[in-house]
């Protein structure tokens, strides 16, 4: 059996001091800021435990918690220590600040049985500009870098578990990875943040905060193309109210038709 869910933690107005201040789902963003939620993703199969994406963990302010990630995989019955498997898309703090926590005073690991799939060149270019971060985030890093399981993907394709694919496509980040979950008739992709939310589809834009925006205007549409030939449901990690989703037809003055995916 193969079930994927989102594990929502919440909506957020992140303004330029990039600290995720809470509000409700139906609210705007403070001023000058953007509204992001969050929704790392759990694959459940018959092996395995499977993240994409870690979640936001406690790094970027007050209202963030690493309960909220906890408290979601206990919903499933999944404990920290039955995750398997953490993909990352990318290494902005957002994305991985899930994967340690200090909620006993120290540095412990969320997932403590988990292998972490990062990029190699990612963590690389991470740990030779860490220097420039806040001292939480510096300590953060040094202790995944010495304590998690890190498992480094090098290559334009790696497929390192069953069912499993990831695919540098940069865009977002100089190292951004595409995350494929493929078994038989469950396909999924998690493109982290060049397609962050529900609205990136049938639009053509240039994000100025992309490291490459034309590489991901041409890998979002490639991968709406993907979805609806091939049938794969888009998982995007900021959006706030459907977070899994479907293209089931193309008109040329329309676009894609998009269905929402529950579960």
Not at 178 to 183: C, S, V
Not at 220 to 230: A, D, G, N
């Amino acid at each position: 059996m193969v079930k994927a869910t989102p594990l929502y933690e919440g909506t957020f107005s992140v303004a330029i001091d990039k600290i995720f201040r809470r509000i409700e789902k139906s609210d705007p963003p403070y001023k000058n800021a953007l509204k992001l939620s969050i929704n790392p993703f759990l694959i459940q199969d018959d092996d395995r435990n499977i993240l994409f994406d870690a979640g936001i963990g406690d790094l970027l302010g007050e209202d963030t918690s690493i309960d909220m990630i906890l408290d979601n995989l206990e919903k499933h019955d999944i404990a920290d220590f039955e995750v398997t498997d953490i993909f990352l898309s990318h290494l902005h703090f957002d994305h991985m600040g899930g994967l340690a926590h200090q909620s006993s005073g120290y540095w412990e690991l969320t997932f403590p049985e988990a292998d972490v799939w990062v990029s190699a060149d990612g963590w690389k270019k991470l740990s030779e500009n860490i220097e420039s971060q806040d001292e939480r985030k510096r300590d953060f890093f040094h202790f995944l870098d010495s304590h998690a399981s890190l498992k480094m993907l090098s290559g334009d394709i790696s497929k390192p578990v069953p069912n499993v694919r990831v695919e540098k496509i940069g865009g977002h980040t100089e190292h951004h990875q595409a995350l494929y979950y493929e078994n038989e008739e469950h396909k999924y992709v998690m493109a982290g943040d060049v397609i962050g939310t529900r609205s990136a589809i049938n639009r053509s834009y240039a994000a100025k905060y992309d490291f490459e925006p034309k590489q991901s205007m041409k890998i979002r549409q490639e991968i709406q193309e993907l979805s609806f030939k091939k049938g794969y449901i888009i998982m995007a990690y900021h959006e706030t109210d459907y977070p899994m989703f479907r293209l089931t037809d193309y008109e040329d003055n329309k676009g894609y038709k998009i269905e929402n995916v529950t579960s």
